[in-house]
């Protein structure tokens, strides 16, 4: 299992970016507009991590990590054959590849095709 990105939903998306880059130093970009406008940065072993604010408000603060799979629309359906309720199926972002999100047990989970 190799996370692809990992995804912080903050109001505090500065001061997060800005101890981020001081404790780990690494460097975030400008907002992606494909990624919810997060600012990304590189992480160790490939992939990278984004933080965003929440796109509505009725999101609220989450830490997400998306994994690599094959295929992501066989991944969720097994995810949510194993109970999991599915937040977000899957959809293409041109040029980054396909997304999934369920949650299970509370917690939040990401799926990432290339």
């Known amino acids: 299992m190799k996370v692809h990105y990992?995804?912080?939903?903050?109001?505090?998306?500065?001061s997060t970016c800005n101890a981020l880059e001081s404790l780990h130093g690494v460097?975030?970009?400008e907002p992606?507009?494909?990624?919810?406008?997060?600012?990304?940065?590189?992480?160790a072993?490939?992939?990278?991590i984004g933080v965003r604010a929440p796109m509505?408000?009725?999101?609220?603060?989450v830490v997400r990590p998306y994994v690599l799979v094959d295929d992501v629309a066989a991944a969720a359906a097994?995810?949510?054959?194993?109970?999991?309720?599915?937040?977000?199926?899957?959809?293409e972002i041109p040029?980054?590849?396909?997304?999934?999100?369920y949650i299970l047990?509370?917690?939040h989970h990401g799926l990432w095709e290339l």
């Open 6 to 14: 990992l995804e912080i939903v903050t109001p505090e998306v500065a």
């Open 27 to 29: 460097r975030f970009g």
């Open 32 to 43: 992606e507009p494909a990624l919810g406008n997060a600012r990304t940065a590189e992480i």
């Open 45 to 48: 072993g490939g992939g990278r």
């Open 56 to 61: 509505r408000e009725t999101e609220e603060p």
């Open 78 to 91: 097994a995810a949510e054959a194993a109970g999991a309720e599915i937040a977000h199926p899957p959809l």
């Open 95 to 101: 040029g980054q590849g396909k997304f999934a999100i």
């Open 105 to 107: 047990g509370g917690i």
